[in-house]
């Protein structure tokens, strides 16, 4: 059973405008003085008005949630102490045109590469690390899994509002996101050393001071020995988090068996599997999604349920199966977080948005 870890990005918001909250040094400050079960940490991360929760490793769903939840209720109430909210979102529903970076060197030189689209990266994700053998399966594991980087965007879409306007799309992070020079599905490497070689070309092009700084939605990770999806919002709740990190390892794990019994990758042209992301961007759940086996569009829960019976197996030798029905059993009755953001907005506007994600954040 493969072991797993996440990182969660949570924006620090004023209630009443619901734009970023500058106060991300205050938070962790009071945050470095309490102890996370699971080893886990809380980290500043790009902007000000930003916090990021990095877990222990886990190989029990149930203990990972029980971190994600007791962290999420640290945060909420460190939070209303400094007269903000907490959020889990992929975007903020308004910003300022210039947000204000973690004073970190790092940051300084990826925005002096960004210049002008630093403004549009105000954004939060979920990460899961899954662990692998080596880079080598790491490699076969991404080569088989990336054909399924769009259904795990539409079940994870939380980011419809930008600026104050809603955008149309489920995730407006992943459109901003395709202002990096790498972003959206990888495409296919021939195995460790073509990777290695093909992401060390990168550096120095663009926004990439190194190799760390890959933007793909998927990836091998440089510090770990994961494999590390990124395509995910940043969640509402714990369950949704769970969901994801349940289903990532479910795919990674079926990859990883395939490989081994020399079944070859589904061939998913990277136009199309390029297009199938943005699609599922902006329709999330409530249309069609593309089925990487049949290359056809089909509704989004049959697409789920092809997805589901690919990781069966998977998701019964982890025991996630029970949790994964239930939790999109609550998705399917609940829509998802950039659902639920819509519909509180529609009955209440930002003061009624803002009771949902200063709620749903500890839940």
Known sequence: MSTFGLEEEFFLLDPKTLQPANIGSQVLNDLSTQAFGGGGRATAEFLESQVEFTTGIFTSLAEAEGDLRAFRIRLATLARSQNSIAAGTGTPFDTSTLPVLTDKARYRVIESELRGAVGDHQISGTHVHIGVPDRDAGVE??????VWLPTL???TGNSPFWRGSDTGFDSWRAVLLRRWPTNGCPPVFNDATDYGRRIRELVGVGATPDTAAIGWSARLSESHPTLEVRVADAQLDSGA?????ALTRGLVETALAEAEAGTAPLNVSPELLDAALWHAARDGIRG????????ERQSARAVVQTMLRHIEAALAETGDGPRVADLLEGLWQRGSGADRQRRAYRHGGPSALGVLLNSSVTT
């Open 141 to 146: 594991a991404l080569n088989r899994m990336r």
């Open 153 to 155: 965007l539409a079940l």
């Open 241 to 245: 988090t769970a969901l994801f990190v």
């Open 288 to 295: 069609e999604l593309l089925d990487p086996i049949t290359r």
